[in-house]
Every structure is written in C-alpha cells, then in structure tokens.
C-alpha cells in the first residue's frame, strides 16, 4: 500500500468542526476554479458559505491539468492547514483517448483487454491531474429502454463481476500512490439498473432474492477487488431511496459484506431525500444519510447547510464525524497527496500521454474485439478489390461516436466511418451520402435521392446507422427502441438498388431491429465504439480485423417483450412450438415470439468455428470435488479468428425455480485457419449455489446439465448429479 507516513489523526486533533465537516462536502470545480460564471445563486441554493467553501474536500467536472493545478494551488494556500482537494470524475471509458463504451467492452468477453484499456485511462487521468474515478458501473441489467445500460456490461452477474473487478484492479493496481494508478468507486449501489419500465431514476421494487442472486454480486465482486469508494444509487429500492437504506448500506454492505471504504453520494442524493418524499429538509436528509454511513455529500444542500448544526446539537457525534473524516484523509494519505498534491501529474505528461500513436492502437484494437457481427450472409468481409464504394446514413461520416461519459474526448478526435475507408483504401472512389437524420422526430427523405443514386453507382454500400449518442446515458431513457427516424426506409431503399449492402451500428443500447435484419444481408454491431471507431469499422468491414464480440444484452424483437433476459426461469408453461406463432394458454404474445432477435451470448466471425466435443471427466460431483469439461473447437476455415467459448449450466429441479441456463465460465480463445482447440474448464460445488425462498444461499444436491454454445442455442448438453 501507500509509502505515506503522514500522521492523519494528528491532524484531524488540530482541525476545527467547519474544517471537518469541509471535509465531507464535495462540490463541482465551477465553486473553485477562476470562475466567470455568477456562483451566488448556486452557493445559496447549496446553504454554502464562503467560509465553508474554503474547506471543503474534494471537487469534480474539471478539464485539464492546468486547471487542477490552479485549483489545487489557490485551494491549498487558502486553507489554514493546507490540506489537498481531492479531485474525482468519470473516467468510465477512456480519459482523452476514447475506447468503447463498457457495453461494448463487455461484448469483448476478454478482461485482459478491459483492463489494458482501464490502465489506459488510469494513466491518462492520472497525469491530468485525477485522484479518483467513479467506474466502474456495475449495474445489472434487463431493459434497454434505461439509457444507462450503456454503461454496463449486461445481464450476466458473473460477466458483469468480472469486468467490474478487472477495472478496479486496473485502476487502482496494487498501490493508488503511484502516479499510474487512480483510486476507484464502485456505482451505483443498489440496483439503479432495475428501474420500473426502464425510465431513468424511477422506483425499483426488487425482491431480496433477485437482489442477492442478481444485482449484487457484481458490487461484491468490486468490494473483494479492494474498491476503495462505493457510490449508492439515487433511485428508491423497496421504498428506501439507497442513500438513506439501512437494511442496504448497514446490514449488507457494512456488516454481510465488512465494506469499510468510503461511502460519496450521487449528485444530490442527499438532496433528493427531500423530493423522494422522505425527509421535510435537508438538516433531516442530512442526519439520515449520515446515520446511513454516508461519507461524502456530493453536491447537495445536506451536509453543506446542516452537518455542524447536528453536531453541535448532539444528532450526530464527534466521534462519528471523525471516522468519516479521518477515511477521507486516510484516502489523501493512500494517494501521497500529502507529498504530492498532484499525485504526479504534469501538463507534458498530460500532453505526452492523451491519443498518444499506442493509446489510439489500443484504443482502435478494443473496438474491434467489442463489435458484434449481428448478421452475416455472406456479403462481408467486403474486398478490398472494390473501387466504387458508397457509405450512406447519418453515421457515415460523424465523430459522434464516443458514447455517452466520454470524459474529455471529443467527437473531433474520433475517426469516422469515412476516414477510416479513406485511409484503409486511400484508392478507393467514395461517396459520402448522410441520407437522413438519426433523430426520432425527423422524418425528412429529402437526401434518399441523392443515396439511392450512390448506391445505384457503387460496387459496395456500407449502411451507418444507430442511434445518437445523446439516446443513451443518464436520463436517456426510450420508450420505443428502434432506429430513430427513417433510416429503416433508408435502408430498404438502397438495398432496393444494391444488395452488395452491409450495415455499421451505432448505438448505446439493444435497439429493435427486427426490420433492419429483414433487410439487409449483414449488419455489424460497433456499440460507441470511441476515438477510433472508424478505422476499426473499416478493417473489420474488409477483413483486416476478424469480429469476436458476442451480446450481453438481449436485442429483443419488441420493446413490448422488455424486460428480456436470458438467464431467466422456465414457467410452469413454457413455449413448446416455434417461437414465431403464439401457443394459446403457454406464456407466449399474439403477434410476437418470445426469444430476442439476438440473444445473450450471440456473435459471429469470417471464421468458421464447429463445436466438436463437450466432455466431462466425470458424471458425479460432491461438494468438495469438482468436474472437468473439455471443450473442443475447430476453426473450420482459412481466417484465424477469435471465439469467446462459453459454459451454461441448468439447475433441473431446487427448492425455488431456476434460471434455464447460466453463465459459469467464459474463455476467449484464438483459433488458427483449419486448427482445433481443447478449452478446459473446471466446475465446482459453489459454482451451483443460489439464494433459495429464505435466502440462504445454498447448492442443492440433484441433477445438473452443462452445455456450450450461447443462450437460446445450446449444444453439446452433458448430465451430471450433484450428490
Ligand atoms: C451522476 C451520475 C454518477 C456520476 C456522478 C458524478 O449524476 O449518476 O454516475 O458519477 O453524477 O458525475
């Protein structure tokens, strides 16, 4: 850990009440910086003096080095004891060099290339002049109307888990003091992400049992990585908003889970209590986030107006008012603030680092590994032997193709769709042809023409479609989800006139494409896929870079089947007949199957991969001794390539109903042209344990089936008994 000795509690003996309370109080760098914007109406709003403005702890939403540097500077003289500003942001995917978004980044099925990309921006961050980041996001997920999936890795606890732990481990390494590393804070706690009708802030009523088995043990996993801050979400969870959630934040996470980090609140929470309905003012928010265990009041009238008042008035205790602020100092203490109050960041380093030639490769090779070949006929790889190519739509030539929490990228720095053909097949005759708008409410065919014609001329077209990426992210939740506007007419349009037609995806959520995949023979999923999204796209659409990715959200075939996740029970009537008619009185809709069109776990490749083998070393298992699989696969064509194998299990019979399927292990393996693999796997009693109707989480003895493949097509079944 930190090589800091500085004496924390002999400076908290010399500090003042307001100085402590400063402590627990962030507030965006808008109230510190060299400001020209007029900050009294916002620090009335907050209760703020000028006083308490000079002491507070930790800041956020700043841009640059320089400006960390003149904040830290002017802060620090000001204060009576000097003590450093903590400076925290979102650094969710990518700092100044842009990688996908994490919902991309899961796709990837390969945490080797998720933490790359985290140290990445723990560098790049770091030498900016941030201490902390708030990533990861580990939400659990099933509707794609929530704007915020983006930000996560899926529906699958154990992928969320493990994605969320590599960035965490990422991010901080092994010591936050050296200038590579960032501290980290796990979000949002809890189960932000099962928001009634997928409407961003909205009520969340989730039984303990989903909670356990679900949406917690990615959280968990963050807190067994050594996350040293954990945010609680702003949405009520079975009527308690989560920063005022004793059963959450006391039972679970302080006394079940021994978290001892630092709790922040999220913008307002703190705040919000009032609105919630749940406290009158903020002096009782406050007091109730604090008995909470909330550490840090971001950006709220709570702490801010009310904190010294309820000390001095006995609510809250000096005691317990020094714990939360000797963590805070013991943090500034871990980050060798105390002898650096810029953890080692600089202008040139910043400079140096920021789309540096080894960042923007990195970050171009992690949007290859995330794409998702949805849908392929055969149409790509498209050769590079074309001369006259055509892209069309409103993605073809945009550098909006961050993703939403793109820190401070910018859609300057990205590479198109356009540049990267360009470059990729500078010979090349291209036209560039937007067609129509990506926004919901614009309707305007007047460029079909002028597209349709390209196309007509052209040998290819490459359709660049999606979404923009104002669609996704916080507050940006979709009733409907398919592609906005007329871009699906678009589409059926050109195909009309060339079926030589492959279509790039941009979007930050599972969208309803059921249309798009009726009518063009080849669509590529590129998510946000960041600052060099357009030169991956190009080499994944000829063949320089094979796709890999597989979906960790469900695309359904309607928003109407939302929420739609694989991992779910079977019902005591299940569909039996194809999934394209309605079964009367089975759990089937009139008019729309039940499967997504793309289901968890769903990817393709240029290569040709055949499953082989499914073997176990042995047919019985108690539960100190485990199982062998072997898994064989061969690479049936003449293109190297990339598969993410996978392992479901089935629980056939336990004391509650169990999902039809589940992910227990995942590798991602190359396999050479005509070449076969062997990828083992281990299994193991705890890998069957679950949270029964008391919620204990127990195996059960019985029957087990395991298979490979991915959701709503598994192969290779073997049965094994768990005695
Ligand atoms: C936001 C988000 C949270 C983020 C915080 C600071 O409202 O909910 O994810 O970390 O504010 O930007």
Not at 227 to 241: A, K, T
Not at 466 to 473: A, K, L, R
Not at 518 to 542: C, D, K, R, S, Y
Not at 679 to 700: G, L
Request: charged fraction near 25%.
């Amino acid at each position: 850990m930190s090589k800091s000795n500085f004496d924390t509690r002999a400076l908290l003996k010399k500090m003042t009440l307001e100085e402590k309370v400063g402590q627990l109080i962030q507030l965006n760098s808008m109230f510190l910086g060299e400001t020209t914007a007029d900050i009294t109406g916002p620090k009335q709003e907050l209760g703020v003096s000028d006083s308490m403005l000079s002491k507070i702890g930790s800041t956020l939403n700043f841009h640059s080095f320089a400006e960390v540097k003149d904040i830290q500077d002017r802060h620090m003289s000001a204060d009576r004891l000097h003590i450093p500003l903590l400076f925290m942001m979102d650094v969710i995917h990518g700092y100044k060099t842009i990688y996908p978004i994490p919902l991309g980044m899961g796709a990837s099925f390969d945490p080797e290339l998720v933490k790359e990309c985290s140290k990445m921006a723990s560098k790049e961050a770091s030498a900016g002049g941030v201490h902390l980041t708030f990533t990861p996001m580990v939400d659990y997920v099933r509707d794609p109307r929530w704007g915020r999936v983006m930000e996560t890795c899926g529906e699958d606890p154990l992928l969320n888990s493990i994605m969320g732990a590599a960035q965490v481990e990422a991010f901080q390494g092994d010591d936050i003091s050296n200038p590579d590393n960032i501290a980290a804070c796990v979000k949002h706690f809890a189960a932000y992400g099962g928001a009634e009708a997928g409407r961003d802030y909205n009520t969340v009523e989730i039984s303990e049992r989903l909670l356990r088995e679900y949406y917690f043990p990615a959280y968990k996993a963050c807190i067994d990585a050594g996350v040293v801050m954990l945010m609680p979400s702003f949405n009520s969870l079975n009527g308690v908003p989560s920063i005022a959630n004793k059963w959450l934040l006391q039972k679970v996470l302080k006394e079940e889970w021994g978290f001892d980090g630092i709790i922040i609140s999220d913008y307002n929470a703190v705040g919000e209590l009032k609105t919630h309905g749940i406290a009158e003012n903020y002096k009782d928010a406050a007091l109730m986030a604090f008995e909470c265990g909330c550490d840090i009041d971001m950006m709220s009238a709570g702490y801010c107006s009310s904190l010294c008042r309820l000390v001095e008035e006995g609510k809250v205790s000096e005691e317990k008012l020094d714990k939360a602020v000797l963590k805070v100092l013991e943090l500034k203490r871990a980050l060798g603030l105390f002898e650096d109050p810029y953890h080692g960041g600089s202008a040139e380093k910043e400079k140096a680092l920021c789309l540096c030639p080894e960042h923007r490769e990195l970050a171009r090779k992690a949007a290859e590994e995330s794409a998702v070949l949805l849908k392929n006929n055969g149409v790509l790889p498209f050769s590079k032997d074309n001369k006259k190519i055509a892209l069309i739509g409103p993605f073809a030539s945009t550098g909006a193709i961050r993703g939403s929490w793109s820190c401070n990228g910018l859609d300057s720095e990205c590479v198109s769709v356009a540049d990267g053909v360009k470059a990729l097949l500078p010979d090349a005759e291209i036209t560039v042809c937007n067609g129509c708008s990506a926004e919901w409410n614009i309707l305007d065919r007047s460029g079909f023409d002028e597209a349709i014609n390209a196309a007509k001329n052209a040998d290819i077209v490459i359709l660049c479609l999606g979404e923009p990426q104002h669609y996704s992210g916080e507050g940006s939740s979709r009733a409907d989800i398919v592609l906005p506007g007329v871009q699906n007419e678009l589409a059926k349009e050109i195909i009309a006139v060339n079926k030589n037609t492959a279509a790039l995806l941009f979007n930050g959520r599972p969208l309803v494409l059921t249309e798009l995949d009726e009518t063009v023979p080849a669509i590529l999923e590129m998510w946000f896929p960041g600052t060099e999204g357009g030169a991956a796209a190009a080499n994944l659409l000829f063949g320089d870079a094979n796709p890999s990715g597989k979906v960790t959200m469900s695309f359904p075939r309607s928003v109407g089947q939302c929420p739609i996740y694989y991992n779910h029970p079977s019902t005591g009537r299940p569909k039996t007949i194809p999934d394209d008619r309605h079964q009367p009185y089975a759990s089937s809709y009139i008019g729309c199957g039940n499967l997504p069109l793309y289901p968890f776990g769903h990817g393709l490749s240029y290569s040709d991969f055949v499953y082989e083998s499914l073997t176990l070393d042995t047919d019985k298992m108690t539960s100190d001794s485990e199982i062998k699989v072997s898994i064989t696969v061969r690479n049936n064509s003449g293109r190297a390539g990339k598969e993410a194998v996978q392992l479901y299990m089935h629980d056939l019979f336990a004391s509650t109903v169990r999902p039809i399927q589940s992910l227990i292990a995942f590798k991602k393996v190359e396999i050479g042209a005509g070449e076969t693999v062997t990828v083992d796997f281990t299994i193991t009693e705890p890998m069957f344990r679950f949270y029964n109707a008391s919620c204990e989480f127990v195996s059960e003895p019985g029957k087990f089936e395991v298979s490979t493949g991915h959701a709503d097509n598994l192969i290779l079944t073997k049965t094994f008994v768990l005695e």
